[in-house]
Nanobody, 124 residues
Framework: QAQAIESGGGLVRPGGSLRLSCTYS????????MAWFRQAPGKEREFVAAINWADSKTSYSDSVKDRFTISRDNAKNTVFLQLTNVKPEDTAVYYC?????????????????WGQGTQVTVSS
């Protein structure tokens, strides 16, 4: 069974930066699109960013576009999320997941399992 291990979360001040990492234990990692999601207290889990496997094409939600950057290292089965200029509304548990299809990866209902996630708290 595939497993995602997210790390790098913490407490950061508004306007600050943070880098999240996700190691995904599954064969042929380089053949999967990867995505980050987040869930704030009392809210539904939502799509944040995705990166395709073939051409590294990226996609972002409007709320993080131009502030967050997704990247991947296929040799290390790892996907990253660089957070910059963070805001209090970015506070959430951040998760990653994989899907063979980039076009549908933003749909949270496609995934049957999730990792533990990593907590990001933006506060002064």
């Amino acid at each position: 069974q595939a497993q995602a291990i997210e790390s790098g979360g913490g407490l950061v001040r508004p306007g600050g930066s943070l880098r999240l990492s996700c190691t995904y234990s599954r064969g042929a990692f380089s053949m999967y699109a990867m995505a980050w999601f987040r869930q704030a207290p009392g809210k539904e889990r939502e799509f944040v960013a995705a990166i395709n496997w073939a051409d590294s094409k990226t996609s972002y939600s409007d709320s993080v576009k131009d502030r967050f950057t997704i990247s991947r290292d296929n040799a290390k089965n790892t996907v990253f999320l660089q957070l910059t200029n963070v805001k209090p509304e970015d506070t959430a548990v951040y998760y990653c997941n994989a899907d063979p299809t980039f076009k549908t990866i933003a749909d949270t209902t496609r995934f049957g399992s999730w990792g533990q996630g990593t907590q990001v708290t933006v506060s002064s």
